[in-house]
Every structure is written in structure tokens, then in C-alpha cells.
């Protein structure tokens, strides 16, 4: 059984304003809330400043439109792949220093989309993959990343995507959105706590931004927790800064099933049926 999915936010552990800059003192904060705490986990990480140039660079979200220069689009493909590796291997350092038993896994690898989409058939091989890692005891991490298509040559797959995808399939009673914000901002600057999917407009609540992300934004993450939400029995889902006191409480401790358990300064999503919240 799978009792977390954490999406490690590209955002929360490089600087997403210059090019494939990590900030090492996150990732070692990160990594150190699972020290203790990793059996049944599956992680997930953005690519914040590792990959979103060069994706925005040659449009690769878009596939492939242009009748020229296709080797350059294809370097293109490859030079983001680079990039994603790249900080994947700062990741995976430090998980390994920690002793946490991390392997890694490409989408790329088990994923063709066709005219962008994906079905629950294109998953089955990577389900089947992480299922055999948990049950010899690793823990699986994943990303964002570039996948082939049929039809269009590639396109992108985000985390936050992903997260859901996984969360569908392995019923976790827990995903987290660690990020380098501490939660879903009202527009008076304070945190929402309690995010009633049924209630706030998630439209009001996008983080507005300069910052290059090609696979979305806070926007999205509030988008892909409702659905989460909304689709899978008992899942409590938190959005979260992830180098924070609050996420050593979340993290450190034993998964809290009060369906009023929240903590204060970060956001958790809740759908609201019957004036009763219902995780």
C-alpha cells in the first residue's frame, strides 16, 4: 500500500530565475524529512530551473510544428532531458547520503503520448515497474519530463500530471505539494487553510509570475488537488513550502486521519458536502 506521493516542487529546491541554479541547502532540508519516513512513499520532482529554458526555447509543450530545423528541435529534446537528469542526480545524491534507498525512473522510458494524450493503457508498464520497486523495499523517484509522441514528435509531461496519474492508480492517503511558497494565497496575502474545492473559485487563486514553467503553475496544483480530491476516498492532500517547520510536521510524524486535521500557514484542500468535510 502506498501511504504518501510527494511532489517535490521544481521551485522549492533551485532558483527558478537563472539557468540550472539548485539550491543544495533545500535539497538537504527535503531529503531530511524522509529520513525516517520513507517506506511506501513515491516522489516526484519539478524541474524548476533545470529543463524550462530550453523546453520554453524550442516550444517543446507544443511538439513539433515547424517543417525546418528539426535536428536543432531534436537537440533541443535532448539538451532539456540533460537538464532534468542533471538535477535529478543532486536529488539522488543526497537521498543516497541520507541511506534513503532512492532509484530513479524516467517517464520517457515507459511513456508515448499520442497527439498529447495518454491513456490508463499507456501506464500500465510504469505502474507495473513501481509496484515491483516498492515491494523489494526502494523508493521510486520520478519528474516531469519529455515524452515521445506518435503524431507530433514529443510533448510534456508535468509532476503535477503525473502526481495525479499515480495517485488514480496507488490510492495513497496522502499527496503533497511541496513548494517554495507556503500554501494557496488569498488575494488579501493571507493563507487559505482550508481550501473548499466547492467553495473558493480556484481561478482568483493563480500565483502570478514572471518565472519561466512551461508545465504550469499554482493554478494547476490547486486544479490536479481537487481532482485528487475529488476522485480518491480518504486522501488527504496538502499544498505546502517545502523547506518548513510545517513540513517536518507533516512529513515526520504518522499520517493524521481527522478529517479536521489541518495545520496552520499552509493550505489543505477539502471538499465540502452537507456542511461536513469530507477528506
Known amino acids: 500500500m502506498v501511504t504518501r506521493i510527494v511532489k517535490i516542487?521544481?521551485?522549492?529546491?533551485?532558483?527558478?530565475?537563472?539557468?540550472?541554479?539548485?539550491?543544495?541547502?533545500?535539497?538537504?532540508?527535503?531529503?531530511?524529512?524522509f529520513k525516517n519516513n520513507y517506506q511506501n512513499l513515491?516522489?516526484?520532482?519539478?524541474?524548476?530551473?533545470?529543463?524550462?529554458?530550453?523546453?520554453?526555447?524550442?516550444?517543446?509543450?507544443?511538439?513539433?510544428?515547424?517543417?525546418?530545423?528539426?535536428?536543432?528541435?531534436?537537440?533541443?529534446?535532448?539538451?532539456?532531458?540533460?537538464?532534468?537528469?542533471?538535477l535529478q542526480q543532486y536529488l539522488l545524491n543526497a537521498f543516497i547520503h541520507a541511506q534513503i534507498p532512492v532509484v530513479c525512473i524516467s517517464p520517457f522510458d515507459f511513456l508515448i503520448s499520442n497527439q498529447f494524450e495518454l491513456t490508463n493503457e499507456n501506464y500500465k508498464n510504469l505502474y507495473q515497474h513501481i509496484e515491483i520497486i516498492l515491494s523489494?523495499?526502494?523508493?521510486?523517484?520520478?519528474?516531469?519530463?519529455?515524452?515521445?509522441?506518435?503524431?507530433?514528435?514529443?510533448?510534456?509531461?508535468?509532476?503535477?500530471n503525473l502526481l495525479f496519474k499515480l495517485a488514480e492508480y496507488f490510492q495513497p492517503r496522502q499527496c503533497i505539494f511541496l513548494t517554495s511558497v507556503p500554501g494557496v494565497y488569498q488575494s488579501?496575502?493571507?493563507?487559505?487553510?482550508?481550501?473548499?474545492?466547492?467553495?473558493?473559485?480556484?481561478?482568483?487563486?493563480?500565483?502570478?509570475?514572471?518565472?519561466?514553467?512551461?508545465?504550469?503553475?499554482?493554478?494547476?496544483?490547486?486544479?490536479?488537488?481537487?481532482?485528487?480530491?475529488?476522485?480518491?476516498?480518504?486522501?488527504?492532500?496538502?499544498?505546502?513550502?517545502?523547506?518548513?517547520?510545517?513540513?517536518k510536521k507533516l512529513l515526520l510524524s504518522t499520517i493524521n486521519d481527522d478529517e479536521n486535521f489541518f495545520l496552520h500557514g499552509c493550505t489543505r484542500i477539502l471538499k465540502k458536502q452537507n456542511n461536513l468535510e469530507i477528506e
Not at 523489494?136 to 503535477?160: E, M, Q, R, T, Y
Not at 504550469?216 to 480530491?229: C, E, F, L, P, Q
Request: hydrophobic fraction near 35%; proline fraction near 1%; charge should be negative.
Open 9 to 33: 516542487g521544481g521551485a522549492s529546491i533551485t532558483d527558478k530565475s537563472q539557468f540550472e541554479h539548485v539550491k543544495l541547502s533545500n535539497i538537504d532540508f527535503i531529503v531530511d524529512l
Open 42 to 86: 513515491i516522489l516526484i520532482h519539478g524541474a524548476g530551473s533545470f529543463g524550462h529554458h530550453q523546453a520554453k526555447q524550442y516550444k517543446l509543450n507544443e511538439g513539433y510544428k515547424n517543417t525546418d530545423n528539426y535536428e536543432e528541435y531534436c537537440l533541443g529534446v535532448c539538451d532539456t532531458r540533460r537538464s532534468l537528469n542533471r
Open 136 to 160: 523489494n523495499g526502494f523508493v521510486p523517484l520520478l519528474h516531469g519530463d519529455i515524452l515521445l509522441d506518435k503524431k507530433i514528435h514529443w510533448s510534456i509531461l508535468s509532476g503535477d
Open 188 to 247: 488579501n496575502g493571507n493563507i487559505i487553510e482550508k481550501f473548499y474545492i466547492n467553495e473558493n473559485k480556484i481561478d482568483n487563486y493563480d500565483q502570478q509570475s514572471s518565472i519561466i514553467d512551461v508545465t504550469g503553475s499554482m493554478h494547476n496544483k490547486v486544479m490536479i488537488a481537487s481532482d485528487i480530491i475529488n476522485k480518491i476516498d480518504k486522501c488527504q492532500v496538502f499544498i505546502l513550502q517545502g523547506v518548513s517547520e510545517n513540513a
